[in-house]
Each structure stands twice: as C-alpha cells, then as structure tokens.
C-alpha cells in the first residue's frame, strides 16, 4: 500500500506559506472591506501622530543664511 | 456632597448641537472649487443681507441669489433671531431656512427645498439648550398620506469641562418599510485639541483636530460604512500667515484625491481671492478653478 505522507512534509513550512500567502492576498485586494478598515486605521493613527508632533513649525521664521 | 455637586455641574458648559461635532475639523479641509464663481455681498441694512452668486463651470453655469434676514433678539454672539434665508438659482430651485427663538432655550427651524415645482425636503427642528445639555427632535419629510416619515433625536450632555457625551437615534417609516439606527457620539476638548468619535451599527465617524500654534491647524479623520461597506481616510491641514492676509487648506485622502485653496484678502479692496486645484489619481480627473468674492 502506500506510505502514509511523512508528518514533517505535511507540517509547519506548507501551513506558514499558506499563511503568508494568506495574509499577501489580504494586504493587496483593495475590495477587502477588512483590510481597507485596518489600513485606514491604521493611517488615521500615523495622522494623528504626525498632527501631535507639528508645533514647532514657524512659518514666517527668517530663512536660514547659507 | 450635593452642593459640590451643583457646583461642579455649574461649572459646565453647554455642548453645542449634535451637528457641530466634527465642524473645527471639517473646516480645516479645503472646499473643491470648479470652474470660475464670483459672489457679491452686500449688506443693505443692519438686518438685510442680500448675495449674488455667479457660477461658471464645465457643467452648467449658474446664477443663486441669497437673501438674509437677522432680527433684533441676540441670543449669543453672531446668533440673531428670527434669522430668515432664502436662496433660489436661475433654475428655480428654491432652498430657504427659518429659525426661531421661542424662549430663552428653545429653538425652533423650518427647512424647505424645492427642485422646480416639487417640494424635495421639508423638515421641522426644534431644540432645548440647557445649561449641560442640548436636545434636539426633528421631523423630516413627514406625509401622512404616503405614511411615510424621517424622525431624528439627539442628545448631548457635558459629563466633564472636557467631556461630552450623547447619541442620535433614526427612525424612518415608509410603507411596507421601517427601521430604526442608535448611534453613540463622544468628543473630548482641550484648548490645543479635540477628539470626537460617533459610532453605530451604521459606521464610524472619527475625527481629530489640533492646533499646532496660531498658524498650523490639522485634521484627520476616518468614516466607514456597514451599508455601503467603504473606509476612507483624510488628513488635512491650515495654514494661516495673517502678516500676509493669506490662508492656505491643503488635503490628501485613501481615495487618492489631493487638493489645496489658496485664499488671500486683497486688502485694502474689500476682495477675497481664492484658487483651488483637485486631482484624483484613481480616476485621473483633475479639476480647478478660481473665486472671487466682494464683501
């Protein structure tokens, strides 16, 4: 009869590709509804940092003499 | 215990109306400008205003006129009652408001929107402004020959100085249909920033709005919709050089649209300029224009 599959053939490397694989599909298919909510998300929390940290702007401070 | 209390309680504000929440963020982005506008304001009296507005774009032109009137009863700084404004464009269409003070607290709108001869919107506010709360009930498109009806309550009560909490419950009826929408709203206020979020079975609304210092102001916001199943995110920001009467609003969104609007007051002349330029990458539409407007 046949062998049965070797448990390490079957194992971590093929699960982790497929998880890769997995999450690639999800970071690049712009129709996910999930994906667009944790990438927006996510840029909201950059925005809101960039906006904390802009108070030392001067826009009319004299321009530096080379 | 039940005096500190009511002292505290004294000490806190009215919350404002349910639809100001995100408005100092949504005033840092810029308004699209297409084609060529100029608006003529004149005051005619201390109660009369009337504008003209001319409108030259790539759709259609158009011509609105605006008539303002503000009485004598003052209920806060810039809010004069009765306040009665009409406009109607060169097509007809008709969009005019009224608001009443009834009491000291009480506050009451009539809207009305026409397009030609057909009545598209006629709603009916009226609201209660305490000294920690504001409460409102609005009724829009009521027919009770069609059996159909859009009816609004909100509610916001300070908890805190900083603190504001409340909801808005929807419920629209029409026949063979009717369901009903709770949203929860939040904002917290500080003299350098605001933070304000709605939330509910229909999406998300968040906002946040910084004053970086006198000439910086920032905006970021994010909605997502359970209905239409979309997210999006924009950043804007404000920059104002009042040494050269000029304010710049810039805009970028996940939509891939950016935008800016220059505005400079051409003082001594009682001018504003305004030029602004929009392009959407997805769609590779980009879209400018200028305005003018005398005051």
């Not at chain 2, 829009?140 to 859009?150: A, M, W, Y």
């Not at chain 2, 009560?157 to 029409?174: A, K, P």
């Not at chain 2, 359970?226 to 304010?247: C, H, K, P, W």
Request: proline share 4%; net charge positive.
């Amino acid at each position: 009869g046949m062998a049965a599959p070797k448990k390490s053939e079957a194992g971590c490397p093929r699960g982790l590709g497929d998880l890769l694989r997995a999450a690639w599909a999800l970071a690049t298919d712009r129709s996910d509804f999930r994906r667009n909510l944790i990438v927006n998300l996510g840029l909201f929390a950059a925005g809101v940092y960039i906006a904390r940290n802009l108070s030392d702007i001067d826009l009319m401070a004299p321009q530096p003499v080379a | 215990m039940g005096n500190r209390a009511a002292a505290e309680r004294r000490q806190l504000h009215n919350p404002g109306s349910f639809e100001r929440l995100h408005r100092r963020c949504k005033d840092v982005f810029p308004q699209q400008i297409e084609g060529v506008k100029l608006v003529i304001n004149k005051n005619l009296s201390h109660h009369f205003q009337a504008a003209h507005t001319i409108h030259m774009s790539s759709m259609s032109p158009h011509y609105h006129f605006n008539a303002t009137y503000s009485g004598k009863r003052q209920a806060g700084p810039g809010e004069n009652f009765p306040l009665l404004v009409g406009e109607m464009d060169s097509s007809g269409n008709l969009n005019a408001q009224c608001i009443l003070l009834l009491a000291e607290r009480i506050r009451a709108k009539a809207a009305f929107q026409t397009q030609q001869e057909k009545f598209q919107t006629w709603q009916f506010d009226s609201e209660y402004r305490g000294d920690s709360f504001t409460t409102t009930f609005t009724l829009g498109n009521p027919d009770i020959i069609n059996e159909s009806v859009i009816v609004v309550g909100h509610f916001l009560q300070s908890i805190t100085q900083n603190l504001v909490l409340g909801g808005e419950m929807v419920y629209h009826r029409r026949p063979n249909e009717e369901g009903a929408i709770l949203t929860l709203a939040g904002k917290y206020t500080t003299p350098q920033w605001i933070a304000t979020l709605n939330i509910g079975r229909g999406g998300a609304h968040a906002s946040y709005y910084h004053k970086a210092n006198d000439q910086v102001q920032v905006g970021v916001e994010f909605e997502a919709s359970t209905q239409s199943r979309e997210t999006t995110f924009s950043f804007g920001y404000q920059l104002d050089i009042a040494q050269a009467n000029m304010v710049f609003r810039g805009s970028l969104d996940s939509n891939w649209v950016v935008g800016g609007v220059l505005e400079k007051r051409l003082a001594p002349l009682p001018l504003t300029f305004a030029l602004g330029a929009f392009m959407d990458h997805i769609k590779s539409k980009f879209q400018y224009g200028f305005s003018v407007t005398v005051c």
